[in-house]
Structure formats: C-alpha cells, structure tokens
C-alpha cells in the first residue's frame, strides 16, 4: 500500500515509517525542508515538498496515495490556539481530497483527560473544551467515503530518544537541581512505548474500523512520585513535593499535565486489534538511563 504520512521525520512518526516499510507498505512524507527530505529519503522513503500550512501539498500527497497518516502537529505552546487551528485546516483539506475514495485515512489525537479519576477509555469523547480539535475535524469524514480512524497516543510516549515529556522533565531537574512532584505525587498518568505505538499504527491500518478509535496506552496507571524519583536517582538530585502555587514556577505549562489524575486504558484496543504493549515500561525505560 502507498502510504502519505505527515510528521514522518519526528519522534513518533520515524517510527512509524519504519514499521510500515517494515511491513512491506511504501512510504511518502510530507517533508517542510531538505534536513526532512534527507531524512526521510536515509529511511527508504520518498518526500513530497511542503508544510501544513501548505493545502495543496497535503491534497496531493493524500490523492497520489491509497492511506494517509496524520502524525504532525506544530507543538507552539505560546499559541497553541494557532497549531491546533493549522492542524483541524489540514486534516480538513487531507478529507476533502480523498473523499468517496474509501481510502484509510489515521488520524493523530490525544487521550482525554477525565478531571475526576475516572479511567479513560475509546468509548470516551474528546475534550470539547481542549483547543485541538483533530477528532471532531476528521471524523465526519466517516460518513463521507473516508475510512477514518482515530489514534491516541498517551501523554508520554517514552524511548531512548529526546522530544518526550519525559525528557522535558529530565532537562527540568537538571536546571532546577531537583526532580519534583505535585503534593504527595499519587496522581496517576499513561505511557505508551514508543516502537508498541508504532505498531498501533500499522494494525489501524491493516484493521481499523471507519470511525475506530485506538487508545495507544501502556502502562495505564504510573504514580507520577514514581517517575519523579527514578528520574531523582538517576540524576543524583533530590525528589520534593511542590504546592500548586510552586508548581507553576518550576513546570511550566508542563504542570497541568504532570499534576492530572489521569489514568486510562487500551483494553478495547487491544481485544480489537490484538494490539499488546511488549516494550519496556516508562519506569523501566527511565531506570535504564538510556534516555538521560
């Protein structure tokens, strides 16, 4: 299958390139520069010349395709309203050129935070309040003769690579001189390996359901202390407990995700896809100190 991917140079989408080779697909990706276009062409994959901002790229790389994957995002948090307005125009612009072509088209989103403790699952809607909107801009496409599938990966997506939160905290501690945690830190967050989401990737392609929607989650209940203190100990800094009012200062727009009680699942993916998580955990991953 030819596959247009967006975001394929990135630390996800890499891997995700290379899984879908892997499996015999061919590759072409978005590429917004000549580091990008080498990049991509060192993986075995072929470029197409262009950005998200660039509509008519994305249609023609999406037309020339038999699936599309949406991994990019512009992560600019000064004005994140602004990356998730270019993300839903792209996501509109990739529908349009492919519909009433039955085409798979995957689309990248997040899990949804539950603000109560509950655990999250597929069958939970996106945040209507969240700025982003990538759900909500690609699945009306399902009813349009577009095989649109949902990918949410968890909040960290974890390897021996940067460009994680994992390594933001890490660089944190290193400046702060203290690896920190919310109040008594029991807040429990979601990871996902990086090369298990990868995989995700290629099973939605092979099976996802049109309006399917795959929760990319690993470990579904880490103690967010737990990440603090490996990350204390591997450093040789200390681990403290922070108030609200503390937090702010030291984590930055990192804080509201950090201090969430925010577990969640991928039971249903798992039973529809056959999709297990077989990489190490994030605790594990960190204790290795690979990634520092």
Not at 123 to 128: F, I, L, Q, R, S
């Given at each position: 299958m030819r596959v247009f991917i967006t975001g394929g140079t990135g630390f996800i989408g890499s891997a995700v390139v290379g899984e879908l080779m892997e499996a015999g697909h061919e590759v072409t990706g978005l590429a917004r520069s000549e580091k990008a276009r080498q990049a991509l062409r060192a993986m075995g994959a072929a470029a197409v010349d262009g950005t998200l901002e660039d509509l008519a790229s994305l249609r023609r790389g999406a037309a020339n395709a038999d699936a599309v994957v949406h991994l990019a995002f512009i992560h600019n948090f000064a004005d994140f309203a602004a990356a998730a307005a270019t993300d839903q125009r792209a996501i509109e612009a990739i529908g349009e050129a492919i519909t009433g072509a039955n085409k798979p088209f995957i689309v990248t989103s997040g899990v949804p935070t539950s603000g109560d403790g509950r655990v999250i699952t597929e069958?939970?809607?996106?945040?209507?309040s969240f700025p982003r909107h990538s759900e909500q801009a690609a699945l009306p496409?399902?009813?349009r003769g577009v095989r649109v599938s949902i990918v949410r990966p968890s909040r960290f997506?974890?390897?021996?690579?940067n460009y994680s939160f994992a390594t933001?905290?890490?660089n944190l501690a290193r400046e702060k001189g203290a690896s920190a945690y919310i109040g008594d830190g029991s807040n429990r967050l979601h990871a996902v390996h990086r090369l298990d989401l990868a995989r995700l990737f290629r099973l939605v392609l092979a099976?996802?359901?049109n309006g399917g929607i795959y929760q990319a989650v690993g470990d579904f209940a880490v103690p967010f202390r737990d990440i603090a203190e490996v990350i204390?100990?591997?450093l040789g800094v200390p681990t403290k407990s922070l108030s609200l009012e503390q937090a702010g200062e030291y984590f930055g727009?990192?804080?509201?995700?950090?201090?969430?009680?925010?577990?969640?699942s991928s039971e249903l993916t798992q039973a529809a896809l056959g999709w297990k998580p077989t990489h190490p955990s994030l605790l594990e991953d960190l204790a290795t100190g690979k990634i520092f």
């Open positions: 069958n939970d809607e996106a945040e209507p496409f399902s009813k997506v974890h390897d021996d690579g933001q905290l890490i099976k996802g359901e204390g100990q591997r727009f990192l804080g509201q995700i950090v201090g969430a009680e925010n577990p969640a």
